[in-house]
């Protein structure tokens, strides 16, 4: 299995990931819209035996009410279904934020299962008096600080891509 950054030439095989791995092709469309007007973004790939099976992708949010501080949103992420539950998901994620905290991210939020991200260091955004501009339940608008401290006296509601309102 390697973890790789996604190539031009990815983007079928990336939709395909997706359009299996959900039920709509909402998130698949999310991709190609944040791939074309999103900037800076983080898209990896997970490849097996040169086919991929697996992706994520990370773009900027924006700390309304707060000062300037390079954050990602971690959406979507994906795995073909026969292959889900063997790590991939896990090894997408791990590079993922790695990735975004060596180019100087400060932090990561996802919108995602309250069971699943807290492993990867995810806590409820209300830690730091942090909300999300959707109305989702507390537990499940996770936020990572990726350097020590980043967040604190912060406080404000995370704005996503216009993308996602679409």
Do not use: K
Not at 77 to 100: F, K, N, W
């Amino acid at each position: 299995m390697n973890i790789r950054d996604e190539r031009r030439e990815d983007a079928e095989s990336v939709r395909a990931v997706n359009l299996a791995a959900f039920e709509t092709a909402v998130e698949a469309d999310l991709v190609d819209v944040l791939r074309d007007q999103a900037a800076p973004i983080v898209s990896l790939v997970a490849e097996d035996a040169a086919t991929i099976v697996g992706h994520i992708l990370f773009s900027p949010v924006t700390l309304v009410n707060g000062p300037r501080l390079p954050m990602m949103g971690l959406a979507p992420m994906a795995v073909v279904p026969d292959r889900q539950r063997e790590g991939i998901g896990s090894r997408l994620v791990l590079e993922g934020l790695e990735r975004c905290r060596r180019s100087g991210v400060a932090a990561v939020v996802v919108v995602g299962h309250a069971a699943y991200y807290p492993r990867f260091g995810f806590v409820p955004g209300s830690r730091f008096g942090i909300g999300c501009e959707y109305d989702v339940p507390d537990d499940v608008f996770l936020i990572r600080e990726l350097h020590q401290d980043a967040l604190r006296g912060l406080s404000g509601t995370v704005r996503y891509h216009p993308a996602f309102a679409a």
